[in-house]
């Protein structure tokens, strides 16, 4: 299977500050990226997706200019958490798709961010 | 819109049982489904990714089974271990590729 690598693998902040998560495929050319988040004890829920070079699109309830979301090369993309709060405290998971290998699910290891 | 419902939420065994976690969704037009572990604070460890066009994979001690026409997928675990103790979550992925999760089962398997 490919080979996706999340960065940072946990990180903790101050409330208002802002969080970039990094994720990338490092063997095959993501053109798509999903962005899902886990808060405890609840399963995976999908943020939003984008696609290479152009805007995210956001599922309902999750704020855009909250989460930006940066998707310049098929190998990375970004999500930023801006003015974190406590309550964005969760898990958070890439998922990149390639539309040649639409069978295939990938996924990164995961993010924890913690918002004091 | 894609439902995905994981019966039971939770589940306590012995070691050495046979055990069936279950999974239906409610759109039959996917692309695949997967069987995913999650340990507590940890990332997805893929267990099985069933094809659409597929009915069923093995790995070791486990089986995946998919029934399209019914929305359901079984995941099968034969011999239980303490090891086994996780949370597993299936995956049901569309066309577009995105994917929708159920919400798990929390499997307990005592020694």
């Known amino acids: 299977g490919a080979v996706v690598s999340q960065h940072p693998s946990w990180v903790i902040c101050k409330s208002g500050t802002s969080v970039k998560i990094e994720c990338r495929s490092l063997d095959f050319q993501a053109t798509t990226m999903f962005w899902y988040r886990q808060f405890p004890k609840q399963s995976l829920m999908l943020m939003a997706t984008?696609?290479?070079?152009?805007?995210?699109?956001?599922e309902q309830g999750v704020e855009k200019d909250k989460f930006l979301i940066n998707h310049a090369s098929l190998t990375l993309s970004t999500l930023t958490v801006t003015s974190a709060h406590p309550e964005d405290s969760s898990f958070y998971i890439c998922?990149?798709?390639?539309?040649?290998?639409?069978?295939?699910?990938?996924f990164g290891p995961g993010t924890r961010l913690t918002v004091l | 819109k894609q439902e995905v419902t994981q019966i039971p939420a939770a589940l306590s065994v012995p070691e050495g049982e046979n055990l069936v976690l279950n999974c239906s969704f409610t759109d039959s037009a996917i692309y695949n489904l997967q069987w995913f572990r999650q340990d507590p604070g940890k990332g997805l460890t893929s267990l099985l990714l069933i094809q659409s066009s597929q009915r069923e994979q093995t790995s070791g001690r486990l089986n995946a089974s998919l029934d399209k026409s019914s929305g359901r997928s079984t995941l099968y675990i034969a011999a239980s271990q303490p090891g086994d103790s996780a949370t597993y979550l299936c995956a049901v992925k569309a066309r577009a590729g995105k994917s929708t999760f159920g919400d798990g089962t929390t499997l307990t398997v005592k020694p």
């Open positions: 984008s696609n290479e070079g152009s805007k995210a699109t956001y």
């Open positions: 998922s990149p798709f390639s539309g040649g290998r639409p069978n295939e699910q990938f």
